[in-house]
């Protein structure tokens, strides 16, 4: 296992653990690495520090939060703004542009839904006046 310090285009940094150097490379090409404060795929590896014990007897590290929980607050609002439309909404999966639509013409029954879409069909549907907002890392199955 080997830990790596990570940065998205945004700036955003966080850490993340990956089986070896080879299956970051290969997540990271597929674009299956994403930051965890804005979603996006862009990222690459910072600038880190090896830590290296100079002595049996090193002084204790300073605690490190764990990897598991939040490193900024923005990730906790996410987190919380996550769990709220899971279980508020109706996740519709890659026909959420296709189900958006019909229910903004009346076609289908109006209520809340999440799921994907291209940017070319988020797009499309802002130019069409139909509401929708960008939520970051909230598709299922694609979380570091």
Not at 85 to 95: A, D, F, I, W
């Amino acid at each position: 296992m080997i830990r790596y310090a990570l940065k998205c285009s945004g700036d955003h940094r966080f850490e993340s653990w990956f089986q070896s150097a080879a299956a970051y490379d290969a997540l990271a090409a597929r674009g299956l690495v994403s930051c965890p404060v804005c979603g996006g795929s862009d990222v690459e590896k910072a600038i880190m520090a090896p830590r290296v014990a100079t002595s049996e007897e090193a002084p204790p590290r300073p605690a490190e939060r764990p990897l598991t929980g939040p490193a900024h607050p923005a990730e906790q609002m996410l987190k919380a703004l996550r769990e709220h439309l899971e279980k508020n909404s109706t996740y519709v999966g890659p026909r959420f542009a296709a189900e958006a639509r019909a229910m903004h013409l009346g076609e289908r029954e109006e209520g809340s839904i999440h799921g994907e879409a291209t940017p070319e069909e988020a797009r499309a549907l802002i130019e069409e006046g139909v509401p929708v907002a960008p939520i970051p890392g909230l598709v299922r199955g694609k979380r570091n």
